[in-house]
């Protein structure tokens, strides 16, 4: 499904409900990413006020997705939360989830999941799959924002990536530095990079923090995460 959406909007002379479905993708990355980075008082503000449920359901429904039995409840749980309390809640199961000690019980990165698949030890950075991450973003003028640490191939960090690339495509926004777009354009890139990288893992990924988390807001996110990236 997110392969369709994302080239049929740039074609030219797209119509205006493939253009709504491609905005309704941009949304869906950009509404993702936030609620799979570390919480901030942004992502507890639309949680507690509701609005993340109901952006959503609109995303949701906008793009056709099949969203399971329960997603309502576990969406519609933490509305009306004491925000500063959520804040401390997601921190933690975000923590345990994603960050763990001495790992975490999802890993949130593609090149631990993709090192699994080879047999092999998973490395941060070095390993051949989040290398090739690094250097596709590069190829289109995106890189680490200088000072952080973060591995590019981080769930919200790819989601954002996916964003980006359908924003320019759709739009024609320049990429930095003057990068000319990759051979089959701006969607085409969107297409492989799904392919490539997020449809080999993410599913997966979503799939088992569904099944491991403990906070209904978290299992609602990655209901909602594998029924896009499917």
């Known amino acids: 499904m997110v392969n369709d959406v994302a080239s049929e909007g740039a074609k030219e002379g797209a119509s205006e409900g493939v253009e709504e479905g491609r905005e309704a993708f941009a949304a869906a990355c950009e509404l993702l990413a936030l609620s799979f980075r570390y919480p901030t008082p942004e992502l507890v503000a639309v949680v507690s006020s509701g609005e993340w449920a109901e952006a959503a359901r609109e995303i949701a429904t906008a793009l056709g997705l099949a969203l399971p039995a329960g997603w309502d409840a576990g969406a519609d749980a933490c509305a009306g939360s004491d925000p500063e309390t959520l804040l401390h809640v997601l921190r933690v199961e975000t923590t345990r989830l994603f960050v763990g000690a001495p790992e975490p019980v999802v890993s949130p990165y593609e090149g631990v999941w993709r090192a699994a ?4 030890q998973p490395l941060l950075f070095v390993n051949p799959h989040s290398m090739d991450v690094e250097r596709f973003m590069r190829s289109c003028g995106i890189g680490r924002i200088e000072g952080t640490n973060e591995p590019l191939d981080h769930v919200a960090t790819e989601l954002e990536f996916v964003q980006w690339l359908s924003v320019v495509a759709r739009d024609g926004v320049p990429a930095p530095g003057g990068v000319e777009a990759p051979d089959g354009g701006w969607a085409g890139a969107a297409d492989r990079f799904l392919s490539e990288h997020v449809q080999t893992w993410m599913p997966r990924f979503a799939r088992k923090a569904v099944a491991e988390s403990r ?12 029924a896009f990236v499917r």
Do not use: W
């Open 117 to 120: 698949d080879d047999g092999v």
């Open 215 to 226: 906070e209904p807001f978290y299992r609602s996110a990655a209901m909602l995460l594998e």
